[in-house]
């Protein structure tokens, strides 16, 4: 479609010309951001927050899923306990971060990494 006729489309659709009633594309557009305030107000009401319990149990279950995925990767005496230890030695300075940095942290982890801290670990032990 050539650049004239597809501004010339889109004013007309913008201005409610398209069909000639222009009462009809306000209605539209009044729907539309009723729809669009209602999924705002949605999200806000589901906007959850987790208490001590909750997160520390959700924390508990991505360590255990990244444990099982070490474990399928030949890593059989992988726990969940081990990856948190080895995620949670970077938040000694700083305090523990946000959620989404530690599900990050979790998530994002490497084996080598991991075998890294370990390795580390059993020398300073």
Sequence with gaps: ??????EAEYEN???GKKNGNEYENKNQNNEENSIIENDLNDEESNNHVLDEQELSRTIEELCLSKAEEFRMLGY???TGH???QCISKKYHKDGIPNLHKIVND???LKVTNFMNWL????YKE
Excluded at 119 to 122: D, E, L, R
């Design 13 to 15: 659709t913008v201005h």
């Design 1 to 6: 479609m050539d650049r004239k006729l597809w």
């Design 106 to 108: 979790i998530l994002t």
């Design 119 to 122: 390795t580390m670990n059993a």
């Design 76 to 78: 059989n005496h992988v």
């Design 82 to 84: 081990e990856i948190w």
